[in-house]
């Protein structure tokens, strides 16, 4: 198995908890927030879905991905992601996007040093690490909402 299989292979794993736990969600609980935390579960879902494709474009350097990263750009929740087949829709084209990103890199590139002002310079296989804990953790943060927010 060529080794952006792997990485194809540990990236769908790792987004099932994100799924599973957008099964669960109905369209009335994208508003609910767990106080004090100003972020709702449809900004999260959004914002999940934007730092996606802004990785996969500037990581992978998949320049066709066009990207307007709303939820980076306004920097807190305006309560408008409340539209679960809108968001369900971006989260698909985020995670097919990468998937793609995923299989298009030769296996010399993942030893390469990438350089973002997020995480600073690392090698895109480190940097992959760092997608896969980004959608996990706020997958943890909308399963804990889902159940304990209002």
Not at 44 to 59: C, G, S, T
Not at 112 to 135: D, P, Y
Request: charged letters at 25%; aromatic letters at 8%; hydrophobic letters at 40%.
């Amino acid at each position: 198995m060529e080794i952006s299989q792997h990485f194809y292979a540990a990236y769908k794993e790792a987004r099932t908890r994100l799924e599973t736990t957008l099964n669960l969600i109905q369209k009335e609980d994208l508003g609910k927030k767990l106080h004090p935390s100003p972020n709702s579960i449809g900004f999260l879902v959004r914002h999940i879905a934007d730092v996606e494709l802004l990785f996969a474009k500037n990581v992978f350097k998949a320049s066709e991905i066009q990207v307007r990263a709303k939820t980076l750009i306004d920097q807190k929740d305006t309560g408008e992601w409340s539209d679960l087949n809108e968001l369900t829709d971006y989260l698909k084209i985020s995670c097919n996007s990468v998937l793609t990103a995923i299989s298009n890199q030769q296996a010399e590139k993942w030893g390469e040093n990438v350089t973002t002002k997020e995480f600073g310079t690392k090698t895109v296989a480190e940097a992959f690490g760092r997608i896969i804990s980004h959608t996990a953790y706020h997958a943890g943060q909308i399963a804990l909402i889902k159940k304990y927010g209002a």
